[in-house]
C-alpha cells in the first residue's frame, strides 16, 4: 500500500466520531435548551465533535420535515458518523417509519445514539426482521 493512501486511512480512523445533534420539539417548550444542552455534553462527555445541530419546532407524526431534510441531506454528504437525539420519539411518532429511517442512516454509515439508549442501530434491524415475519413478508 502506498504512503498517502496509509495515512488517508489512519487519519479516517484516528479522529474523533463526528457528531450531529437533532432537537425537535412539537410545541414551544422551555426545556428544549436544556435538552439541546444534555446532548452537547454527552457528546464532549464522549470525545464526539460536534458537526451540526438542528433544533426545531415541528410535528413528529410526518417524517416529511425540514429538520430530518437537514439530517438526511448532512448524511448524503457524508458529514456525520453519529446522529444524537434524547429518544426516538425525536425522530418520529411512527415506530416503523422511524426505523426505516434509522435503517437508512445505518446504510450511510451514520449511528443512532438516543441519550436514553432506547434505540440503535442493531435494534432496528431486528424489530424491522419482526415486522416484516407478522406480515408474512420474506426475510
Known amino acids: ?26 410545541e414551544p417548550n422551555a426545556f428544549a435548551p436544556r435538552r439541546q444542552q444534555e446532548l452537547t455534553a454527552f457528546a464532549k462527555d464522549n470525545h464526539y465533535e460536534i458537526v451540526g445541530c438542528t433544533s426545531k419546532q415541528e410535528t413528529g407524526t ?12 448532512a448524511a448524503l454528504r457524508g458529514e456525520m458518523d453519529i446522529l444524537l437525539v434524547l429518544n ?4 418520529g411518532q411512527d415506530i416503523w417509519n422511524t426505523l426505516e429511517y434509522v435503517g437508512w442512516l445505518g446504510k450511510h454509515n451514520v449511528e443512532v445514539v438516543c ?23 420474506a426475510i
Do not use: H
Open 62 to 73: 410526518t417524517m416529511i420535515r425540514s429538520g430530518l431534510a437537514e439530517i438526511t441531506n
Open 115 to 137: 441519550l436514553n439508549g432506547e434505540l440503535s442501530n442493531w435494534e432496528e434491524g431486528r424489530f424491522l426482521r419482526t415486522k416484516q415475519a407478522m406480515q408474512g413478508e
Open 88 to 91: 426516538a420519539s425525536k425522530l
Open 1 to 26: 500500500m502506498d504512503e498517502p493512501r496509509k495515512v488517508a486511512i489512519y487519519m479516517r480512523f484516528a479522529r474523533a466520531p463526528r457528531a450531529w445533534i437533532y432537537c425537535r420539539t412539537a
